[in-house]
């Protein structure tokens, strides 16, 4: 079946700092890609997505490249905020598929 | 404003009790599913639902029901709810794959944190 594993956290950085996340997948087919993001108390919501191989999503100042090569989809920001703090999830779902995958999640720590 | 409600928003309950948490959303969208969040084992998918009375198994269904009648309504049921059934659970909807509209973007709810004692 579909898998997907992140990086293990958590991960603590100082503001500024360069942030990555690695995500890998495997899968049947050719699934979109997403991450997405829970701050405390909150539910998920969807940060950045790729359709196919090679597309490029970013948002918020973070940018994740769908590499179909190397079955990955890591997430990266080149300066981080307190702000950023939270946990974030690498997942995949395939088309016409009722099913999603997602990875454990990794906790992010962003220290003035 | 666009959003998916779960109620309750937070349960103490003893073991055997049945209960149902509730999720509605308002923004017409075919497909619906529920998770549960552990420590060190993220997101696990529940149940879900492709269409009005069309439902089918996740990733750990064991101990849970659900029922689509309606569009908008997707509740969760725990008939005898156990302590390992202590959780967060979330519910999420989705346009449907043949909506143009369709991105594969999941909309969650703010979740339930079930606690069985």
Known sequence: ?112 | EAQVTQNPRYLITVTGKKLTVTCSQNMNHEYMSWYRQDPGLGLRQIYYSMNVEVTDKGDVPEGYKVSRKEKRNFPLILESPSPNQTSLYFCASSHGWADPANTGELFFGEGSRLTVL
Not at chain 1, 16 to 24: G, M, Y
Not at chain 1, 97 to 109: H, Q
């Open chain 1, 1 to 112: 079946g579909d898998s997907v594993t992140q990086m293990e956290g958590p991960v603590t950085l100082s503001e500024e700092a360069f942030l990555t996340i690695n995500c890998t997948y495997t899968a049947t087919g050719y699934p979109s890609l997403f991450w997405y993001v829970q701050y405390p108390g909150e539910g998920l919501q969807l940060l950045l997505k790729a359709t196919k191989a090679d597309d490029k999503g970013s948002n918020k100042g973070f940018e994740a490249t769908y590499r179909k090569e190397t079955t990955s989809f890591h997430l990266e920001k080149g300066s981080v905020q307190v702000s950023d703090s939270a946990v974030y999830f690498c997942a995949l779902r395939n088309t016409n598929a009722g099913k999603s995958t997602f990875g454990d999640g990794t906790t992010l720590t962003v220290k003035p």
